[in-house]
Antibody, heavy 123, light 110 residues
Framework: QLQLQESGPGLVKPSETLSLTCTVS??????????WGWIRQPPGKGLEWIGS???????YYNPSLKSRVTISVDTSKNQFSVKLSSVTAADTAVYYC???????????????WGQGTLVTVSS | QSALTQPASVSGSPGQSITISCTGT?????????VSWYQQHPGKAPKLMIY???SRPSGVSNRFSGSKSGNTASLTISGLQADDEADYYC??????????FGTGTTVTVL
């Protein structure tokens, strides 16, 4: 059974860079037909897609975050990561990682998801 | 990109059916049969309920069904149960190869 687990600092100072890693277990991150995504949810608000990466390194980003976001993959460790620069209080959220199934016939969907990790931006 | 539009809340009595709408544009919902739906209970991670507009993953009750007409997708929950009380989000692929979520709908079982 595939499982994903987010890890990283729970507190980041304003203007600094938020860095999180998602460790995949029970399956290979190098599997074809899958992207690996980051999604966030500010407290009491809705879901926001941050971006997705293929094991080859191909990425897609939310246009509203593109200038500040970098998603990378480490196939040797079965992990993928997100970095968000110049953070402000508005970046305070629960950050989720998820496997994204994608093909031109059926489209895309996120399943399973990690449990999520709360990152607070505060001095 | 703009979030897909969902009603803030929908309610129904046990046993009834409810429908949640998800309105986008011809560049996302209307352009592809790539709509998925997620259920989120408080403090929990979202759970996939529907993919490819109307397909159900293994283990999801057949009380959940999806459809689409034009730029609007819909999730119907029939035989409403107490455990269906949760937040629901739609999601779509877009013509820019990005992904977008809906604004979210809180379902209340009266």
């Amino acid at each position: 059974q595939l499982q994903l687990q987010e890890s990283g600092p729970g507190l980041v100072k304003p203007s600094e860079t938020l860095s999180l890693t998602c460790t995949v277990s029970g399956g290979s991150i190098s599997s074809s037909s899958y992207y690996w995504g980051w999604i966030r949810q500010p407290p009491g608000k809705g879901l926001e897609w941050i971006g997705s990466i293929y094991y080859s390194g191909s990425t897609y980003y939310n246009p509203s975050l593109k200038s500040r976001v970098t998603i990378s993959v480490d196939t040797s460790k079965n992990q993928f990561s997100v970095k968000l620069s110049s953070v402000t209080a508005a970046d305070t959220a629960v950050y989720y990682c998820a496997r994204e199934t994608w093909n031109y016939v059926s489209g895309n969907w996120f399943d399973p998801w990690g449990q999520g990790t709360l990152v607070t931006v505060s001095s | 990109q703009s979030a897909l539009t969902q009603p803030a809340s929908v309610s129904g009595s046990p046993g009834q059916s409810i429908t949640i709408s998800c309105t986008g544009t011809s560049s996302d919902v209307g352009g592809y049969n790539y709509v998925s739906w997620y259920q989120q209970h408080p403090g929990k991670a979202p759970k996939l309920m529907i993919y490819e507009v109307s397909s159900r993953p293994s283990g999801v009750s057949n009380r959940f069904s999806g459809s689409k007409s034009g730029n609007t997708a819909s999730l119907t929950i029939s035989g409403l149960q107490a455990d269906d009380e949760a937040d629901y989000y739609c999601s779509s692929y877009t013509s820019s190869s990005t992904r977008v979520f809906g604004t979210g709908t809180t379902v209340t079982v009266l």
